[in-house]
């Protein structure tokens, strides 16, 4: 800072560049009340170095002279540059300070409604404010339109709140002179209220001139009020340096007005003339504020005083119309808060239409996902019921198929039936006619089995059944028939088979049985059996004649002896003209 002091002291010598151009801006802001000259100076020397600075550090420069226009009583090219900020330059804190400064503008220009509903949206978002120092200018600024509105109880708030979260850097200045100002808007201020000498307290150790300035002012006003002239003359010459210093528009008119109508207290008429007319002089172009009007009474009364009825009239005209405008003014921020407070109100009303809305659309989403869920639940059990009934299908098929087979077999040797038997043979019979192929029909009875029976009992007969069953399959291809007739009778189909090879099959068969020993009691029993044979080459393939010749060669089988193979035809005869004989001729 002593730097940048002494550089602008000496206006001869070339200003070296700023070495950390965004803490020159920091400390510029933080003097613009403190130190206003200064802080001017500092924006001249860093204005020539605008082009060079970082993107977001323009952005601060351009805010910093936004308020500076402010300052000095220009708004109009403010206006469009703190819209910029606040559209462009992405950065909360300057787009919140920036906010605050509009909010100035518009409150000054009387453009209440716009203003108003500003300071409703960022009052909406105070809460999402957490930067100590955005927060607290918010603030601030928030008490200071709330109370143009004549709304003192909330412009007291707001100030208190801003009391409450001074930032680092800050005082209490500024929230205590906004409590004071709002209270005496609101007339409930007196010269001796502890607020407001609380206010100048502390605003004059906190080095705010400015504000102090202001406060002084507001106390000037009470006195002149209260009809204590000489305490309101005593304090304008007090503070006339620091009016003068400070050179803010706003006190330095109020200062002339307040001092001509001290002097108008007191009686020196011309005095006071004096100080309204210099305020007058002062006063800009459309310029609606208290204290012309003030001014202009001032004039009034002392031209009416003197008998000039003509001046008197034509100040009480001027007086009259800026009354009105003032009326109309109240009238109009009055109107214009209302307006915004409902706009706000139909805001939320559509914000909590909105969100009722939003919250049947999700009640509609949860119910379109809970019956997506159900439908799913619904599938997965109809899947289970498919699932189970081609199951039960699939076993019900099983044990049918299962019940088919077992009513085709023979419940003791698990082969077929006769009746099975019977059927499959004529099948397969007719399939060898189509293709002229050839098959043996061998008929096997267990010889005397009645006796095994008698002698060794029902049970060891089943296994001697069994074990003959066993045999034969020794000897029998998967394309064979097989089959129990009853009792102890089997037949065996060969099928693709010369006689010669069956022959051979019959009397491998009848050699095992006749050789197998199955254990009784300790000990062990032999059996026989006769066979009897008949084939497609001599009987044809009904399956009548071919079990016919069969039969025919085992009855003649066990006529001859018994434990002998027969086969059908001229075999017969020679089997019987053997009849001592074990085996047949032809083998
Ligand atoms: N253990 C047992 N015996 C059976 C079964 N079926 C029939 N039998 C018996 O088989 C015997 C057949 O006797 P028969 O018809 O006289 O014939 P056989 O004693 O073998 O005399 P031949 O045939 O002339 O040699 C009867 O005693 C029946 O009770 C069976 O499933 N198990």
């Not at 709330?146 to 500024?174: F, H, N």
């Not at 059996?527 to 497609?536: K, M, V």
């Amino acid at each position: 800072m002593a730097v940048v002091c002494c550089a602008l002291a000496q206006p001869g010598y070339a200003t070296p560049p700023i070495a950390n151009p965004a803490k020159f801006l920091d400390q510029a802001e933080s003097l613009r009340l403190q130190d206003h000259s200064q802080f001017v100076r500092m924006l001249e020397q860093i204005q020539p170095e605008a082009d060079a600075l970082s993107e977001s550090d323009q952005w601060h420069l351009r805010y910093l002279d936004a308020w500076e226009a402010i300052y000095e009583g220009g708004s109009a090219k403010s206006e469009p540059q703190l819209h910029q900020i606040i559209d462009r330059s992405g950065d909360p804190a300057l787009i919140a300070k920036a906010s605050s400064l509009l909010l100035k503008i518009l409150s000054t220009n009387r453009r209440y409604e716009e203003a108003f509903a500003l300071a409703n949206h960022l009052a909406s978002i105070l809460p999402e404010i957490k930067d100590p120092s955005i927060r607290f200018t918010l603030l601030t600024y928030l008490s200071q339109t709330v109370d143009l509105a004549d709304q003192t109880d909330l412009a007291v708030q707001y100030a208190r709140m801003a009391e409450d979260a001074i930032p680092p850097g800050e005082t209490a200045c500024r929230p205590l002179m906004l409590q004071a100002a709002a209270l005496n808007n609101g007339k409930r201020l007196k010269s001796a209220s502890p607020e407001l000498r609380k206010a100048i307290d502390v605003c004059t150790n906190a080095r705010q001139p400015v504000v102090t300035n202001a406060m002084w002012l507001i106390l000037i006003d009470l006195y002149l009020d209260e009809n204590q002239s000489g305490k309101a003359m005593a304090l304008l010459d007090q503070i006339s340096p620091a009016i003068q210093t400070a050179h803010y528009y706003d006190h330095m008119l109020s200062f002339q007005v307040r001092r001509a109508q001290a002097y108008l207290q007191l009686g020196n008429d011309d005095e006071a003339k004096k100080s309204a007319l210099s305020a007058l002089a002062m006063s800009q172009p459309g310029d609606l504020s208290e204290q012309l009007m003030d001014a202009y009474q001032v004039l009034y009364q002392i031209e009416k005083k003197q008998g000039h009825t003509a001046a008197a009239l034509a100040y009480y005209e001027h007086y009259a119309a800026l009354d009105k405008s003032h009326v109309d003014d109240v009238r109009a921020r009055a109107l214009a808060y209302d307006m915004a407070e409902q706009q706000l109100l139909v805001q939320k009303m559509q914000a909590d239409s909105l969100s009722k809305q939003n919250r049947i659309l999700k009640l509609r989403d949860d119910l379109t996902s809970k019956a997506v869920e159900t439908s799913r639940l619904y599938i997965a059990l109809l899947l289970v019921v498919l699932v189970s009934v081609v199951f039960w299908l699939f076993r019900l098929k099983r044990s049918q198929l299962r019940f088919k087979q077992l009513s085709c077999l023979d419940g003791l040797t698990s082969i077929s039936n006769h009746q099975h038997f019977l059927g499959e043979a004529e099948r397969l019979l007719q399939s060898l006619v189509k293709r002229q192929g050839t098959a043996c029909l061998i008929a096997i009875d267990l010889d005397h089995f009645k006796q095994i029976n008698d002698a060794h009992g029902h049970a060891l007969g089943d296994i001697v059944l069994k074990r003959t069953v066993v045999i034969c399959r020794q000897h029998l291809r998967s394309t064979d028939l097989f089959g129990r007739l009853g009792g102890e009778e089997f037949c065996i189909l060969l099928i693709d088979c010369q006689r010669e090879r069956g022959m051979a099959i019959a009397e491998r068969i009848r050699v095992v049985i006749e050789a197998t020993l199955v254990d009784a009691e300790g000990a062990s029993i032999s059996f026989s059996a006769s066979l009897g044979l008949a084939c497609t080459d001599a009987s044809g393939y009904d399956l009548q004649r071919l079990s016919k010749d069969a039969d025919t060669a085992l009855y003649s089988a066990k006529r001859t002896g018994r434990n002998r193979l027969v086969a059908s035809g001229e075999q017969v005869d020679q089997a019987e003209a053997q009849q001592t004989g074990k085996r047949a001729s032809m083998l």
